[in-house]
């Protein structure tokens, strides 16, 4: 659904009935969602619940004039628009109204088709930053998906699976260890498919308050408790039409597990202190790092929720499972945090990176490549740049003397060892990514010419059949 889809909202401020009347009239006939209010402090009590994306108002009211009341709609609705009504002209009011903020101003008595051609212009400007925002969003959300980088058997897995629950409204729990991506994966499946311009709510389902988790999720009355001194709508409600990510849902409480499988089976929400329910259609995308079928048997998770989430499960490998991902994924995070730079890393470091478990995952490798970049002294990323969980106890200080591939680590794995075979594969996969094309090879594996010259050599790779490809 485009946001051309959507009604504007317009709402009227005048004392005078007549002239709310005609403005109401105009705003219908353009196809507008129209309310009115004969105060701006009526508007301003209106606004605390509803939110209009144009405003008329008039400038001569009782009590607040229009002067008053446009810095107070600004402060509590930066995008909306507004345009004065004025009876009494003048270059000084209308300068003043503009410094303001206010879009326009139009003078009384005004024709039709005046107010007519105004709101039209009006609606062109929110549209227009609507759909910037919208599209803002989308290149945001298409960047952070270009963190889903690897050509292992097992990332593919996961990007085939994402492409085919796209398109779906089917719930899926994503299982994974703590920094796989689990969050980055339940982007993909929301941008990528019909209800992408529709919101996307992230909830933190270990990170909320257990006191305010039913407050947050379903909302609240004003009242409700100490503190409400207004209505708020909860995130379900706000993802409307959209997807709500629950992520680290087995840290609910049990209490909150039996709400949750309520308005996943009733499709509706109570906020807090209130009677009234309120009807949501939100597609659920669940993320855990638990057993949750351990949990069940534990009497920890319910088993009737566990069924309703885990319609469809999609699992998200350790890095340590897909290590020849961790070269793409180094020159990945090297483009962002050191964009425009070349940035060589030299064999041992990497050597260290492929051999390092990462118990924390994709968002380790981030962090360890951030500090490196922050920390390092020059253009290259060398074992003392890496955190010592990485480095271990190997920590060179002449790898720095001799970029060139001579003075590379001592191998301490036998020539049958799996890193060795990693190395291979790794080493072959991206050189049949390039086609053959050394100078990209030299890139994306960060190492020296002379090393990637050796190792073609060594494992006889592509020496025939690219002889003549690449530089």
Request: overall charge neutral; charged content about 25%.
């Amino acid at each position: 659904m485009s946001s051309s889809q959507l009604k504007v909202r317009l709402l009227i401020v005048d004392d005078h009935q007549s002239i709310r009347k005609l403005c109401l009239t105009v705003g219908s006939s353009l196809g507008f969602q129209c309310t009115e209010a004969e105060s701006a402090q009526a508007a301003l009590t209106q606004l605390e619940t509803d939110a209009p994306d144009i405003i008329l108002a008039d400038l001569m009211m009782p009590n607040m004039s229009g002067l008053e009341f446009l810095p107070r709609v600004k402060q509590l609705l930066p995008r909306c628009e507004v345009a004065i009504m004025t009876g009494h002209a003048s270059i000084e009011t209308a300068v003043q109204a503009m410094r303001l903020g206010a879009y326009d101003y139009i003078t009384k008595p005004f024709r039709v088709d005046e107010l007519k051609l105004l709101l039209q212009r009006m609606e062109e400007k929110i549209r227009l930053i609507a759909e910037n925002q919208f599209l803002r969003e989308r290149v945001n959300a298409d960047m952070e998906l270009n963190g889903i980088v690897g050509s292992s058997s097992k990332i593919q897995d996961v990007l085939r699976m994402v492409a085919r629950l796209k398109d779906t409204r089917t719930p899926v729990l994503i299982t994974g260890e703590s920094g796989t991506g689990k969050e980055l994966v339940a982007l993909a499946i929301h941008y990528r498919g019909p209800v992408a311009n529709r919101p996307f709510v992230a909830v933190d389902c270990g990170a909320l308050v257990p006191t305010l988790i039913e407050s947050e999720l379903f909302g609240y009355e004003k009242g409700a408790f100490t503190g409400a001194l207004k209505s708020k709508e909860g995130l379900f409600q706000s993802a409307h039409g959209g997807t709500i990510f629950l992520d680290e849902i087995g840290e609910l409480s049990l209490e909150m597990q039996a709400k949750l499988l309520r308005v996943l089976q009733e499709k509706e929400v109570r906020p807090v202190g209130s009677n009234q329910k309120i009807k949501v259609d939100v597609r659920i995308l669940a993320a855990t790092n638990r057993d949750l079928e351990v949990a069940c048997r534990e009497g920890k998770f319910r088993k009737d929720l566990y069924f309703r989430l885990n319609v469809v499960t999609l699992h998200l490998p350790a890095l340590r499972e897909r290590r020849s991902d961790i070269p793409p994924l180094v020159h990945y995070f090297l483009d962002k945090f050191a964009p425009g730079r070349v940035v060589e890393v030299f064999p041992a470091a990497m050597k260290l990176m492929l051999q390092y478990d990462w118990p924390g995952n994709v968002r380790e490798l981030e962090n360890c490549i951030e500090r490196a970049i922050a920390l390092g002294s020059g253009d290259g990323i060398l074992v003392r740049d890496l955190p010592p969980s990485v480095a271990g106890h190997q920590l060179f200080s002449h790898d720095h003397e001799f970029p060139e591939p001579q003075m590379e680590m001592p191998k301490p794995f036998s020539p049958e060892s799996d890193l060795e075979e990693l190395e291979r594969n790794t080493i072959k996969r991206v050189f049949d990514q390039v086609k053959g094309d050394k100078a990209q090879a030299l890139k994306m594996l960060g190492i020296s010419r002379a090393t990637l010259y050796r190792k073609l050599k060594r494992y006889n790779i592509g020496l025939e059949k690219h002889a003549s490809a690449g530089s």
